[in-house]
Protein backbone atom coordinates (compact mmCIF):
# COMPACT_ATOMS: atom_id res chain seq x y z
CA UNK A 1 0.00 0.00 0.00
CA UNK A 2 1.02 3.69 -0.05
CA UNK A 3 1.07 4.31 3.43
CA UNK A 4 3.22 1.44 3.31
CA UNK A 5 5.42 2.54 1.05
CA UNK A 6 6.33 5.96 2.32
CA UNK A 7 7.06 4.64 5.66
CA UNK A 8 9.55 2.29 4.33
CA UNK A 9 10.90 5.52 2.65
CA UNK A 10 10.49 7.38 5.96
CA UNK A 11 12.82 4.66 7.51
CA UNK A 12 15.03 4.22 5.38
CA UNK A 13 16.11 8.31 4.63
CA UNK A 14 15.50 9.05 8.62
CA UNK A 15 19.01 10.44 8.57
CA UNK A 16 18.86 12.14 5.61
CA UNK A 17 17.83 15.65 4.97
CA UNK A 18 14.61 15.06 3.47
CA UNK A 19 11.12 16.52 4.12
CA UNK A 20 8.02 14.70 3.60
CA UNK A 21 4.88 16.19 2.31
CA UNK A 22 1.70 14.55 1.48
CA UNK A 23 -1.17 16.24 -0.49
CA UNK A 24 -4.89 15.35 -0.44
CA UNK A 25 -6.87 16.17 -3.01
CA UNK A 26 -10.73 17.29 -2.82
CA UNK A 27 -11.46 14.93 -5.37
CA UNK A 28 -10.23 11.67 -2.81
CA UNK A 29 -11.51 13.55 0.20
CA UNK A 30 -13.23 16.55 1.78
CA UNK A 31 -11.49 18.46 4.13
CA UNK A 32 -13.09 17.20 7.25
CA UNK A 33 -12.39 13.59 6.52
CA UNK A 34 -8.93 14.36 5.82
CA UNK A 35 -8.15 16.39 9.02
CA UNK A 36 -9.52 13.38 11.01
CA UNK A 37 -7.74 10.55 8.92
CA UNK A 38 -4.07 12.94 9.42
CA UNK A 39 -4.75 13.16 12.89
CA UNK A 40 -5.68 8.80 13.48
CA UNK A 41 -2.69 8.28 11.43
CA UNK A 42 -0.05 10.26 13.15
CA UNK A 43 2.07 10.29 10.00
CA UNK A 44 5.34 12.49 10.37
CA UNK A 45 5.53 15.37 8.24
CA UNK A 46 3.78 18.34 6.73
CA UNK A 47 0.04 17.48 5.15
CA UNK A 48 -1.94 19.73 2.77
CA UNK A 49 -5.20 19.87 1.63
CA UNK A 50 -5.48 21.06 -1.81
CA UNK A 51 -8.62 21.51 -4.68
CA UNK A 52 -8.99 19.52 -7.73
CA UNK A 53 -7.53 22.96 -9.86
CA UNK A 54 -4.66 23.32 -7.94
CA UNK A 55 -4.19 19.19 -8.05
CA UNK A 56 -4.45 19.59 -12.33
CA UNK A 57 -2.32 22.26 -12.10
CA UNK A 58 0.27 20.51 -10.13
CA UNK A 59 0.21 17.41 -12.68
CA UNK A 60 0.44 19.42 -15.09
CA UNK A 61 3.80 21.48 -14.35
CA UNK A 62 5.23 18.33 -13.25
CA UNK A 63 4.03 16.55 -16.47
CA UNK A 64 2.32 13.94 -14.24
CA UNK A 65 -0.55 11.61 -14.65
CA UNK A 66 -3.16 11.36 -11.98
CA UNK A 67 -2.67 8.26 -10.80
CA UNK A 68 -1.98 7.65 -6.81
CA UNK A 69 -0.47 7.55 -4.97
CA UNK A 70 2.19 9.98 -7.15
CA UNK A 71 5.45 10.56 -5.70
CA UNK A 72 7.81 14.04 -6.62
CA UNK A 73 11.21 14.53 -5.35
CA UNK A 74 12.59 17.83 -5.30
CA UNK A 75 15.99 18.77 -4.49
CA UNK A 76 17.20 21.39 -1.80
CA UNK A 77 17.34 23.94 -4.62
CA UNK A 78 13.70 23.24 -5.30
CA UNK A 79 14.18 22.34 -8.67
CA UNK A 80 11.97 18.69 -9.67
CA UNK A 81 13.79 15.61 -10.13
CA UNK A 82 11.19 13.72 -12.41
CA UNK A 83 13.65 10.58 -12.52
CA UNK A 84 13.88 10.00 -8.67
CA UNK A 85 10.43 8.38 -8.69
CA UNK A 86 9.45 7.11 -12.30
CA UNK A 87 5.68 7.10 -13.05
CA UNK A 88 3.74 3.94 -12.24
CA UNK A 89 7.02 2.63 -10.73
CA UNK A 90 7.27 1.44 -6.94
CA UNK A 91 10.67 -0.11 -6.29
CA UNK A 92 12.75 1.10 -3.27
CA UNK A 93 14.49 4.48 -4.67
CA UNK A 94 16.05 5.25 -1.24
CA UNK A 95 19.63 4.57 -2.32
CA UNK A 96 18.86 6.83 -5.82
CA UNK A 97 17.65 9.49 -3.17
CA UNK A 98 20.53 9.37 -1.31
CA UNK A 99 22.90 10.10 -4.33
CA UNK A 100 20.70 13.11 -5.49
CA UNK A 101 20.70 14.35 -2.07
CA UNK A 102 24.78 14.59 -2.15
Partial sequence: TSLHLM???RQKLK???VEFIYLCTSNSSNE???KIRVAQLRIPGI???I???LNKQLLQLLSMREFYPTIAFFNINGDY???AFPQHS???NSEKIKKLLK
Fill in 32 to 34: EEW
Fill in 81 to 83: QPD
Fill in 47 to 49: HIF
Fill in 7 to 9: NNY
Fill in 15 to 17: NEA
Fill in 51 to 53: DNK
Fill in 90 to 92: TPD
